[in-house]
């Protein structure tokens, strides 16, 4: 008889004075395996079959996708409400990491129960992985040494919740738009390419002078074998671009004013910025960071350079010992009533309470801007269709009612 296959175990186990082991065994089975733990003095915390090939004791991820704000904000909502309900942070990250259907995020609360588990504050542990934003990994600091984490945690939750629905709110005001901008775009490239040379043919036979407008028709339309691919060349190169220099100073420095200033949606994306600043500062000042550190990761974390340059002076004007409402007044972007509720959320004590009213008060306006925008759009858009499209309609037959005319004449 054959003995039986051995198998590749790893296992991660406590020895009896609590000291971390990690190693590996071969034997038959997982049950013996454990018991061959057991015999070491050993009690396992993992255990996992190494598969066939794996060639190092170590866990590769091939992609693994991103972690969106979404899951984040789901993932985060569950820590704190089961951390407030008395639940270890051990128990409460590896619950955490089961229910999480975002597979980066998975494997990064497991990581991070693992060396938390080791002795690793959850703070350092998560401030070791660029995925989770520099907003967080302070707040879970300062939760951690004022002995208030779940408090913290819940605060997070709130944050990226709020975010999550407000980059909503901004989608849902942008997509019919772009939509009709789409439907535009493919209807007068259809009309180049299919219609106008239908009469560019019939126009041939009447051997006329063709208007102005006709004719500049036709010669585009003559263009759009190079004219099309060019285009579609030039907006994929400048998508790209777009994509791989956004985030660059330089680029940031000259485009995030310019889409304050965009007409009828900028107001809208400066209300979104003073709303993230205002909600992000006031969540971090009430869980007990400090102002200047608070600033400084607001700053980074409001997504446009102009509320960045804002956050930087407001750190520096602190820094001398100066208020923070005083700065604030001398920025164009904060309206008065903002610097106004924050000089007495200064003067009373409860500045993140007003910094929160502030936050509420914009969100709100967002929700109320994004449906404006979608009322007062939809009728300019189709005006705007309408001109478009029944323009070169009237052009491809502004010829025929000036034959009509010319043979009215001659009767």
């Known amino acids: ?103 980066l995020l998975k494997r990064l609360l497991t990581e ?22 520099p907003l967080m990994v302070s707040m879970v600091r300062a939760g951690e040494a004022g002995g208030f984490l779940d408090t913290s945690l819940a605060s997070i939750a709130d944050s990226y919740e709020k975010e999550a629905k407000l980059r909503s709110t901004i989608k849902s005001a942008m997509t019919y738009p772009m939509a009709v901008l789409g439907i535009a775009v493919i209807a007068v490239i259809a009309m180049l390419l299919f219609i106008v040379p239908i009469f560019k043919n019939m126009f041939a036979s009447l051997g006329s002078q063709l208007p102005l407008p006709t004719q500049v028709l036709v010669v585009v339309s003559n263009q759009m074998g190079w004219l099309l691919p060019l285009v579609v060349v030039v907006v994929l190169a400048v998508s790209f671009w777009w994509r791989a220099n956004k985030d660059k100073d330089a680029v940031r420095r000259i485009a995030h004013p310019l889409i304050l200033k965009i007409p009828v949606f900028g107001p809208l994306f400066g209300k979104v910025a003073i709303a993230r600043f205002a909600r992000n500062l006031a969540n971090m000042t009430a869980a007990g960071v400090p102002l200047l550190r608070a600033l400084s990761i607001v700053g980074q974390s409001s997504g446009n350079w102009v509320l960045e340059q804002v956050a930087a002076r407001l750190a520096e004007s602190v820094r001398t010992g100066a208020s923070l409402a005083a700065p604030l007044a001398e920025e164009k972007i904060f309206p008065a009533m903002v610097v106004q509720m924050i000089s007495v959320g200064e003067e009373s004590g409860s500045i993140d309470t007003m910094l929160a009213r502030v936050a509420d008060f914009y969100e709100a306006e967002i929700d109320a801007t994004a449906d404006a925008l979608t009322s007062l759009i939809e009728p300019m858009l189709i005006t705007v269709l309408g001109v478009v499209i029944g323009g070169m309609v009237v052009a491809l037959y502004m010829p025929i009612f000036s034959l009509s005319s010319a043979l009215e004449h001659a009767k």
């Open 1 to 103: 008889m054959s003995a039986t296959a051995q198998k590749s175990f790893t296992y991660r186990a406590r020895s009896r004075d609590g000291k971390v082991v990690k190693g590996s065994l071969d034997v038959a089975s997982e049950s013996l395996a454990i018991a061959r733990l057991s015999s070491m003095g050993l009690m396992p915390t993992t255990l996992a079959e190494k598969k066939a090939g794996s060639g190092l004791n170590m866990d590769i991820s091939f992609g693994g996708g991103r972690v969106t704000l979404k899951a984040l904000a789901i993932a985060t909502r569950q820590l704190a409400t089961i951390s407030q309900a008395g639940v270890p942070l051990l128990r409460a990250l590896t619950v955490t990491a089961d229910q999480t259907e975002n597979p």
């Open 112 to 133: 991070v129960a693992r060396e938390v588990e080791q002795g690793k504050s959850f703070s350092a542990s998560l401030g070791e992985r660029k995925q989770f934003p």
